[in-house]
Structure formats: C-alpha cells, structure tokens
C-alpha cells in the first residue's frame, strides 16, 4: 500500500493504491479544504508535492487548465482530481 507523508510532522499514513488523494486523506482524519466536495470547482484542495509526484496519476487536461485557471504552482495537484499510485510527501498551506 502506498504511504503518505507529511512535510510538517504528522504521521505518515497508509492508503488503498489508485484511491483518490482527497479522499484518501479525509477518510484517514487529515483536513482538506474544499468547499465544492471534489468537484474541481473551488481550487481549495490542492496540495504541494514534495516527492514522488511521478507516483499520482498523470495530470489531466481538464486539472492543468484548471490550475492555470486558479493560478496554482506547477508542483502542485488538486487532490480531488488525482489517484495515488505510490509513495508521495505533501504539504499545504492549511495544515
């Protein structure tokens, strides 16, 4: 099972592989802010991928546009709209 590590000192957690991130980490207690459920409409759940970015599924035309859209950082993914395929580390804003 792919891990899921924390830039700011929170336990790493484990995860189902191909789950969806955003998902994944509510349903392990860890926040993510979003105001649209998932739905690639608010902008607020992107996370930043310190390692292992080539482990979420590829970024799709309609995320990329989107965060072009928002203006949100290259390194960057919107969680509701990527699976996770391996070991990652993130960090947000938020936590």
Do not use: H
Not at 1 to 14: A, C, L, Q, V
Not at 25 to 49: D, H, N, Q, R, T
């Amino acid at each position: 099972m792919p891990k899921i590590s924390f830039n700011n000192g929170r336990d790493s957690i484990e995860v189902e592989e191909g789950s969806n991130l955003m998902q994944s980490l509510m349903a392990k207690g860890i926040p993510v802010a979003s105001s649209c459920k998932g739905k690639l409409v608010c902008g607020k759940c992107y996370v930043e991928v310190l390692d292992g970015s080539f482990n979420l599924s590829p970024v799709s035309d309609e995320e990329r546009d989107f965060m072009e859209i928002k203006d949100i950082p290259a390194n960057c993914r919107m969680s509701c709209s990527c699976k996770v395929n391996g070991d990652i580390c993130l960090d947000t804003p938020y936590w």
